[in-house]
């Protein structure tokens, strides 16, 4: 049987893993056969269990619409959720996602996308008035929480998750990423250590144009859930990589923090650092931590977080999980091994591995702002 | 009505002296708060009916001469009329008054700390290592506002411009629990006013005003605010970092409480602003208190009063429908809420209302705790839990359930020598603590048991760091309210619940 959903009677999913992303600053769009190499070197750091790409810029003639990848179990699924679509949503175009058959992906979900945006005339307007995107994030979580057989992956507007159970480069095959281009891409490997595979519990997991791909397990799980919660989050799926997710989501979108800032929420700098600073900055870094400290990420993980702004990648404050990043002209690429990056960027020009808790932030060049969007970046 | 010539009440403890070690030194005779000794011309003699097993006598023997044993004359056994029925029951037909006594409670019921166990690490996380790695213990107390709002300076660089609310800075998340100057002494209060400060953390006057000697340690005190509103003046309001509001008591929910008048010297009358020798009488509410709006006037009179400096704590007993109340407390503008379990302690409290009302603080915390983040104001106050922690282990479990930080009280008196013999209302305490004679206070050296009370809060501030570098954290406000690091033994499904974990194994 596929599984869809963590059904397993887990509090949540543990795995280690491995990681990889590329962007380019100027927006020049590549396929995915480079970080399907990328990632395919990192091979041994998953199990077979779980692999998947987020790519930006992929979506160009929808790119105002959001992009709903739904997984199904089976059609009754479908057709409830499609109702739910169609009573809520104006569905501008949907498809299959394309796949191919291949030797080593032989069981999958039914695959569809679809196009659209929220109706102006949606019923919940009776009751709410909830803006664009809080009510794609009410309708994901809706969906996923609440109909069996069917589960969201991807919501985001130009953006799309690709993901599923499997090394990363068979599921790359399997999506034919090699046709399909994007400006950023980022992709996971993972290895499961409490559970067999299960198609959402891959990565990345993303939520509106929100995507992470996480290696490492947050010990501070429990309390980071229970903080969520308070705000309504529902955390259905159990794993580290929702909860980075929601508070992402919760810090930039909803209290209007920059990247920069979130950053220093989830990887607190120490105290006795905070103590050694001038006034003004002590003063905001010690109130983030006193309003924030429920949302510090504590434990191991590297992350890299990708958004329609561009990219992050960091370290765990304390720097236990490894990552590498270089940059090769307007590329900047990112992984869990330097070798990831050098199967792709033989001689780059500059490589390193970031500090700990030390964010590397790459933002696209002439952004253009997006409407309903409260942050400035 | 004819007085009895004996009594039924047998001497509880036996306090036998080895005449062929005792060198008469009569030491015993002097540091027995009891009167259990006297020298009986060739050799010390024993009244056993007043030895309480206190403990000052053998400790202080220097030849080791004294044993102090349980009385081995039995009642006859009965698994229901169990002694504790039976000596009320003459001790009561005696004297036709309530039972009192001090501490907490002496009755065994399920100790809910005692039956939780905690996470660590093992491959998938690394532990970290407290000796090499920094592992923070740090916590702040008071209301956080729920998001940051910011500013941005001529460089276009965020800062601040929430107006933080005040906070407690603690380095270690303990606070020693409210004692009042009457109910213990000077020289106890003393010795945690200087440990306090030593260790960046908080004592509390409790209701007993604050003692001219303490106002240089304003900054490590919470003061009291009870219902008998001693002490109670501007300027004392304004000496502490916090102002606590006093509306229950773990070992004495819903009554107040009664420091006789033999116990108001001089330097209690002036710190307590009454007259000398006169009952202070706590009433069992506070008189302007009747309700939930009437404690919103009152923190806000207080925060008027310290110009909204001073973050405001409101002290309650842990009883039944405890979450609610608290949720109702949060609104009403308390930045810190103190829940005291059913096994705090007291200076006297009659022992029908110890022994019988009240819930364990580890239930009632993980109710307040879930309750308020369900209501979506967890933030708005910090959660300090009391009643008898006994350890760093029960701290941990605490924080781990929802408290911020947790208070101590019957274990800071256990440095100074307590053995928790539950006769704090009598002022006879040998060992100087709840006491107000002078002769008995004096033998406490504030210097000596304020290092000792640094020392084991400092014990259990590494023990606390070992554990969450076992739990791969390194930070305390990871593992604060993280249940999910939390397993029960011995637990019912309903216990379980209520306690927000899940069973070990799972």
Redo the contacts between chains.
């Keep these: 049987m596929l599984k869809l959903k963590n059904k397993f009677s887990i509090e949540r999913d543990i795995s280690g893993c491995g990681l990889c992303g590329i962007i380019n600053a100027k927006r020049v769009k590549i396929t995915g056969s480079n970080i399907k190499k990328a990632i395919s070197v990192e091979h041994d750091r998953g199990n077979g269990l779980g692999g998947g790409f987020a790519v930006y810029g992929n979506y160009r003639d929808y790119a105002e619409l959001y992009a709903f990848h739904i997984m199904y179990d089976n059609l009754s699924a479908k057709s409830s959720v499609e109702e739910y679509l169609k009573n809520n949503f104006v569905i501008e175009k949907e498809e299959t996602i394309p796949t191919s058959k291949t030797s080593k992906i032989i069981e999958h979900p039914y695959l569809h996308r679809y196009f659209m945006k929220p109706k102006s005339d949606r019923q919940d307007k009776l009751f709410h008035d909830l803006g664009d995107d809080d009510f794609v994030v009410q309708s994901v979580m809706l969906i996923n929480e609440n109909y069996d057989g069917a589960y969201v992956f991807s919501s985001g507007k130009n953006m799309g998750a690709f993901k599923g159970v499997g090394y990363p480069e068979d599921i790359a095959d399997f999506y034919k990423l090699d046709e399909v281009e994007g400006y950023m891409w980022t992709a996971h490997n993972r290895f499961p250590t409490n559970t067999p595979g299960w198609w959402g519990g891959a990565h990345p997991f993303t939520l509106l144009d929100w995507s992470i791909v996480h290696n490492g397990e947050i010990s501070s799980y429990g309390i980071n859930k229970r903080y969520l919660e308070m705000y309504k989050y529902n955390l259905s799926l159990k794993t580290d990589t929702e909860v980075i997710t929601y508070i992402f989501d919760l810090l930039i979108r909803k209290h209007g923090l920059s990247i920069e800032l979130a950053t220093l929420v989830l990887a607190a700098p120490f105290y006795q650092n905070i103590d050694k600073m001038d006034n003004e900055k002590k003063e905001l870094l010690t109130a983030l931590r006193q309003i924030y400290g429920s949302a510090l990420l504590n434990g191991p993980f590297a992350i890299v977080f990708g958004y329609s702004g561009g990219m992050v990648a960091m370290n765990d404050r304390i720097k236990l999980r490894p990552l590498v990043a270089a940059t090769m002209g307007d590329f900047t690429y990112v992984a869990s091994e330097e070798a990831a990056i050098r199967a792709i960027c033989p001689s780059p020009d500059l490589v390193w591995s970031p500090k700990a808790g030390e964010p590397v932030i790459v933002k696209f060049e002439e952004l253009v702002p997006q409407k309903g969007r409260v942050i400035g970046l | 009505m004819i007085k009895s010539s004996f009594s039924n009440i047998q001497s509880e403890y036996l306090a036998l002296i080895d005449h062929t070690k005792c060198v008469r030194c009569k030491r015993c005779i002097q540091n027995c708060g009891w009167g259990t000794y006297s020298f009986g011309g060739d050799k010390i003699i024993a009244d056993h009916s007043k030895c309480v097993a206190c403990g000052r006598c053998y400790t202080y023997c220097p030849e080791d001469a004294i044993s102090i044993i349980k009385n081995p004359t039995v009642i006859r056994e009965n698994g229901n009329w169990k002694d504790n029925h039976i000596k009320s029951i003459w001790k009561q037909s005696e004297t036709g008054g309530i039972v009192i006594s001090g501490m907490g409670t002496t009755f065994k019921y399920k100790k809910y700390f005692d039956h939780i166990l905690l996470d660590a690490?093992q491959?998938?996380?690394?532990s970290?290592d407290p000796l090499r790695?920094?592992m923070?213990l740090?916590t702040?107390l008071g209301k956080?506002?729920?998001?940051?709002e910011?500013d941005f300076?001529e460089e276009g660089e965020?800062?601040?411009k929430?107006k933080?609310p005040p906070?407690i800075e603690l380095q270690t998340p303990f606070v020693f629990g409210a004692m009042s100057y009457g109910s213990i002494s000077l020289n106890a209060q003393k010795a945690m006013a200087l440990a306090a400060r030593a260790l960046g953390i908080v004592m509390n006057t409790g209701e007993g005003g604050l003692h001219d000697d303490l106002i240089p340690f304003g900054k490590n005190i919470i003061v009291q605010v009870a219902s008998g509103r001693f002490g109670v003046h501007r300027d004392y309001l304004n000496s502490g970092i916090a102002v606590e509001i006093k509306i229950g008591q773990g070992a004495k929910p819903g009554i107040g409480g009664h420091l006789p008048g033999e116990k108001i010297g001089l330097d209690i009358s002036r710190t307590r602003m009454i007259p000398l020798g006169t009952d202070a009488i706590s009433p069992a509410p506070h008189h302007d208190i009747y309700s939930i709006e009437d404690l919103r006037q009152l923190i806000f009179a207080i925060k008027e009063a310290t110009n909204y400096e001073k973050p405001v704590s409101v002290k309650i007993a842990a009883v039944h429908n405890v979450a609610a109340i608290v949720s109702g407390i949060v609104r009403a503008g308390a930045d810190i809420i103190y829940i005291d379990g059913y096994t705090g302690g007291t200076g006297a409290a009659p022992n029908i209302i110890k022994d019988h009302v009240g819930i364990p603080i580890e239930l009632a915390l993980a109710q307040v705790d879930e309750r308020l983040?369900e209501e979506?104001i967890?933030?708005e106050a910090s959660l300090i839990a009391a009643g008898s922690i006994r350890s760093s282990a029960d701290a941990v479990k605490a924080i781990?359930l929802g408290a911020d930080a947790v208070a101590i009280g019957t274990a800071a008196l256990i440095v100074m020598g307590c053995h928790v013999c539950g006769k704090c209302n009598t002022g006879n305490c040998s060992w100087g603590i709840t006491t107000q004679r002078p002769e008995l206070v004096r033998r406490l050296d504030p210097e000596v048991y304020g290092e000792r009370l640094y020392n084991l809060i400092s014990a259990w501030s590494h023990e606390i760091q070992e554990v969450l570098g076992a739990?791969?954290?390194?930070?305390i406000?990871?593992?604060?309210?993280?249940?999910?690091?939390l397993r029960g033994v011995e637990l019912t499904d309903a216990e379980l619940k209520v306690l927000g974990i899940?069973h070990a194994g799972?």
Excluded: D, F, W
Excluded at chain 2, 471 to 475: A, K, L
């Design positions: 690490c491959v998938t996380n690394p970290i790695e920094p923070e740090k702040y956080k506002p729920s998001k940051i910011l300076n965020p800062i601040l929430t933080m906070q983040r979506g967890r933030n781990a739990m791969g954290v390194n930070s406000e990871s593992l604060r309210g993280s249940r999910e690091r899940k799972l």
